[in-house]
């Protein structure tokens, strides 16, 4: 809407608004991946107000759930951008803060999900390294008891999104930050599969520790051409989109997403 010249501002309500013309309704689950920034518009209290809205659209009967991905506390002699010299791998490795819930930061998951992590009452799964916060009614179900060895897989909350048919939101992001399909790739038999060992700090027994644990080598190069290849083929059928400001918006069910991912994996990863 354009007044006197000027585009009017986003607020919590005309977001909620728009969600559920976009086809998000009370009780949903649903997995948001965000940018503010792709909103291009003055929203209105953001990021609160975005959280907000989300909150609003899925209800009090919905589960609200967003990334809250830590990767810095990782193995110092896996890390490229920036490395760091080898003689500090070991102090790092002694020295790093333990994994906690509610003091570890989110990195590179946005304004908004760094906001939803911080408000009072939501809760976050324990890994060190890709946890989870969820609000609602599944939150403890979909955050409790997340395995730290193949942190992404059958033991983690995207798994426990799956069994609930939950549905993803594309808030101005695109398929390059869809994590489910990441399930997928525990799913898939797909070349170049192999098993890596992870290192992180944590707390356990009171007592802080770095600990060691097993996973499959994860990579999201090619989500944005899966993602593509999904929306091209179902997306007639179960992609619903939207523009919000000048963010495209896509919601899209978990299911079906994960099911696809994880032939075209087993097709055309290479």
């Known amino acids: ?3 006197n010249g000027s585009e009017f501002p986003l607020t919590r309500a005309s977001i909620a608004r728009e969600l559920a013309l976009l086809g998000v309704t009370k009780g949903m689950t649903l997995l948001v991946h965000s940018s503010l920034n792709a909103f291009n518009r003055w929203i209105v209290g953001a990021p609160e107000a975005v959280v907000l809205a989300l909150e609003d659209a899925v209800g009090e009967e919905g589960t609200l759930v967003m990334p809250a991905h830590s990767s810095d506390l990782s193995d110092p002699a896996l890390w490229s951008n920036p490395p760091v010299p080898e003689a500090w791998w070991q102090t790092i490795r002694d020295e790093m ?4 819930p509610d003091l570890t930061v989110t990195r590179g998951m946005g304004l908004l999900a760094e906001c939803f992590r911080r408000q009072q009452g939501t809760l976050r799964s ?10 609602g009614p599944k939150a403890q179900f979909i ?3 997340h395995s730290l060895a193949y942190g992404l897989g059958e033991g983690s909350p995207l798994a426990r999104l799956y069994e609930c048919g939950a549905y993803v939101l594309l808030l101005g992001t695109g398929h390059a930050n869809n994590t ?4 997928s790739e525990y799913r898939s038999d797909y070349a170049g599969r192999s098993e890596v060992t992870l290192g992180a700090p944590i707390e356990a027994d009171g007592v802080r520790q770095w600990v060691t644990f097993p996973d499959i080598n994860v990579n999201s190069d090619d989500f944005d051409m899966l993602g593509e ?7 007639s059928t179960v992609v619903r989109t939207r523009r919000i400001g000048d963010a495209e918006v896509k919601l899209l069910p978990q299911r079906e997403l994960v099911d696809y991912g994880v032939h075209w994996l087993a097709h055309y990863r290479r």
Do not use: C, K, N, W
Not at 180 to 183: A, E, I, R
């Open 180 to 183: 489910s399909f990441h399930l």
């Open 1 to 3: 809407m354009i007044i």
């Open 126 to 135: 324990y890994h060190p390294q890709v946890s989870f916060t969820a609000r």
């Open 229 to 235: 290849a999904f929306d091209e083929e179902l997306g």
């Open 97 to 100: 803060p333990a994994f906690s």
């Open 143 to 145: 955050t409790g008891h």
